[in-house]
T-cell receptor, first 113, second 116 residues
């Protein structure tokens, strides 16, 4: 199965600054790399994903970068705002057939006003 | 279009009691999943159903059973609840038989289960 590590586990940044969360994975067959956001008491929701044929994808203030050689992908949030406060999970697929996502343990991001 | 609906939202059980969590999706998705979420552990897959008529174990299946009743519905049953099963349970669905094709998981609102 997939071994997923996510760092840091907690992150506090000043409003307006940038935040970066890194996810490392073990299954070299993985070719789909999503990030989910979970606000307090809510369900996880997909915020951005990337496939292995591209190295970077951007959607307004969020971006994901992929380094397949090093087996890690990162979530970048620029110009952070209070509503970015949440727990973020990476979830690369793993295992034979890539039918199952393996979620990281999460990063609790707190934006300090 | 309700998306993924799961019931109940809250439940308190005594050790040894049984219960079933219900999940239904109205997006015509092939695949459905049950996850549990514990503090500091992320989301762990209990069981999944890649398509109607099939079910498979995930990372933490012990103590649970599932039924893919039809394409819309996927239930999770605890036959004899234990305190270790106290958790928040999320049902999810995705479009393709293999997540790889489309990627996105759509989650229900979660069910908070406490076993005393």
């Amino acid at each position: 199965g997939e071994n997923v590590e996510q760092h840091p586990s907690t992150l506090s940044v000043q409003e307006g600054d940038s935040a970066v969360i890194k996810c490392t994975y073990s299954d070299s067959a993985s070719n789909y790399f999503p990030w989910y956001k979970q606000e307090l008491g809510k369900r996880p929701q997909l915020i951005i994903d990337i496939r292995s044929n591209v190295g970077e994808k951007k959607d307004q203030r969020i971006a994901v970068t992929l380094n397949k050689t090093a087996k890690h992908f990162s979530l970048h949030i620029t110009e952070t705002q209070p509503e970015d406060s949440a727990v973020y999970f990476c979830a690369p697929p793993g295992g034979f057939g890539n039918e199952k996502l393996t979620f990281g343990t999460g990063t609790r991001l707190t934006i300090i006003p | 279009n309700a998306g993924v609906t799961q019931t109940p939202k809250f439940q308190v059980l005594k050790t040894g009691q049984s219960m079933t969590l219900q999940c239904a999706q109205d997006m015509n998705h092939n695949s459905m999943y049950w996850y549990r979420q514990d503090p500091g552990m992320g989301l762990r897959l209990i069981y999944y159903s890649a398509s109607e008529g099939t079910t498979d174990k995930g990372e933490v299946p012990n103590g649970y059973n599932v039924s893919r009743l039809n394409k819309r519905e996927f239930s999770l049953r605890l036959e004899s609840a234990a305190p270790s099963q106290t958790s928040v349970y999320f049902c999810a669905s995705s479009e393709a038989a293999q997540i790889l094709n489309t990627g996105e998981l759509f989650f229900g609102e979660g069910s908070r289960l406490t076993v005393l």
